[in-house]
């Protein structure tokens, strides 16, 4: 896919040294914002995105026309309540959706990155988005919140900035890729990798696509969003659209033909090298690394009020892994609230229609919110 056009940028000239070494300058980072900021500027929720989506939360996304990745959440009278709070989310740079990534023209050769782009981090991410309080003169942020990634994300920006955030709600992540979500990564990048229209990432400058390897990659992640139970009552083994089995490799199942639609829309939205790039920064993610085995210290110099939310059915972030951040804010006496939702829908729940999610998150935030 080629670069957006006609959506919000903000240039950051301020250079940025990433964790491989590299420094980046003079970069795009493509935001959208919802609501209003209030007179005080003290209204504002950064509102960080997962693998797979970018900066359109909320409303009719402008490039593929369908709704925002967070509607359930996001807007008037909504868990995030726009009409309340100013949100603020940026596409992460490696993305695909305007902000710098493997799919701009490096100023250098004038020719695509492709994977010629520097590997980037979570950490990454966080410290090109904290330029969005600059420019909108925000001295510290309401809340930061994110799902699955943008947990992640949420994680390290107290940490890397403990001061500017009164409120922190990472849902559904962890605080270091397991070895299992490596795994699954890996089989998806090297689906790509494996596609012979990939060259070596080179594909843009060829004006050919590894869509077949990107699509293989969204199905078998996209599993790994839902849960056994989700699926044996949503899909069973319903056949598509026939009464019984042909004996062949067509999409007997309902199941087989569901996969093979999300790895099919997904290839229209979606970058391959981004998703390379992106994914590896998710395995490269280990905050408790990051402070010699202790995750406590990650947050001893934040004030903070955290609210950890997990789901019963996610295997992919399972509960266990958001209880540790719990139990490392406990360790060092912070302020810190969890609650476990109940639901069916696998890792995908924070994006969906969960009613006892929706109204817990409304519930935390509205009342700090008065509590201020």
Known sequence: MNIIENIKTLVIKKP?????????????????????????????????????GDQFVTGINPVTKKDGWWSYAVGPNKSIDTNKYFVICANVIGGCMGSFGPSHKNPDTNKIYGTDFPVITINDMVNAQVNLLDHFDIKKLFSVVGGSMGGMQVLQFISNYPDKASTVVPIACTSSHSAQNIAFNELGRQAIASDHNWSDGKYLSNNTLPDKGLSVARMAAHITYLSKKGLQEKFGRKLQERDALKFGFDADFQIESYLRYQGSVFVDRFDANSYLYITRAMDYFDLVKQFDGNLSNAFKKTKAKFFVISFTSDWLYPTQENKDIVIALNAIGADVGFVEIKSDKGHDSFLLDVPDFLKTLKNFLDKSYIER
Do not use: M, Q, R, W
Not at 18 to 47: M, Q, R
């Open 16 to 52: 940025l040294k990433l964790d491989c070494g590299k420094t980046i300058n003079n970069f795009p980072l493509a935001y959208e914002t919802y609501g209003s900021l209030n007179k005080n500027k003290d209204n504002a929720i950064l509102v960080f995105h997962a693998l797979t």
